[in-house]
């Protein structure tokens, strides 16, 4: 430590060195972030205006909306105006609100697609218990209860990382700041925080896996055994999209938050972490919502009172 200089900023990777793809993905970026706020916005209007859609399914997908939301403006704005302007530099408060942001968005996230894939389990599984076991009571608590977990988890994992020294760099390898970066330009011992997020993955992360798999292996199982194939293949159809977007999140964020810093590339760690943070804000209106009747004759109806009044 004699010798370092201790950082109080942080600078922050641009897309891409080059202006020639620096700016097409930046517009790219851009293009997905808006393209995200105005889907889950449509389904937020939807399911609030249309009261035919008061159902714990439409309840969950409504809090999902809101915070994917949230979730592609953590990291997406500040990313595209860094790169566009070269103004790399985020003070360490910035980079601490990122981190704490990062965590607690990615962790309701996965509960509340654990909570989804509930839902779908009983309703398609125990219909004449659907009313009973997913009652309003159950929902809101399971919400407050994902809410609650997740400002826990985020807080411990940001106050470890801010225990730490840096003074090997300010140059953090990635477009917002994340916890393995920040740990690779810590001067003092990781061990605790590299074991915290073992903990977590395997703990929270992974437990959170199981319980969908058995539930969409439940779902699939009782949906084999229906006579009519076109309700069957329907059925399919609208479970395996889900498990995707579930697979591409997890194993996205594993890998980058797991893997050791001997194996890490930048450009493949950028490319990654796309997956996690951007690619399910903009998939989830698609995949569990826009593809759904029920919401399209709800947007048309919100689109016609528009026009109309």
Known sequence: MANSTLVTEFLLEVFAESWEFRLPLSVLFLLVFLGSLL??????????????????????LRNLSILDMGYVSVTVPNACISSLTDHRNISIAGCAAQIILVIFCSCVEIQFL???????????????????????????????????????????HTFKTFQLSFCHSNVVPQFFCDIPSLLRLSCSDTFNNKLLLLLTAVGFSGSCLTFIVISYV???????????????GKAFSACVPHIIVVSVFLSSGAYVYL???????MVEDMTLSVFYTIVPPFLNPIIYSLRNKQIKEAVKKVLFRFFHS
């Open 39 to 60: 889907g889950n916005l449509t389904i937020i209007i939807a399911t609030t205006v249309d009261q035919t859609l008061n159902t714990p399914m439409y309840f969950f």
């Open 114 to 156: 654990t909570i989804m894939a509930q839902d779908r389990f009983v309703a398609i599984c125990k219909p004449l218990m659907y009313p009973v076991i997913m009652n309003h009571q159950v929902c809101v608590q399971t919400t407050l209860a994902s809410l609650l977990s997740s400002i826990v988890i985020s807080s411990v």
């Open 218 to 232: 439940r779902i699939l199982s009782t949906v084999l055994k229906i006579p009519v194939k076109g309700e069957r």
């Open 259 to 265: 893997k050791p810093p001997a194996y890490s590339e």
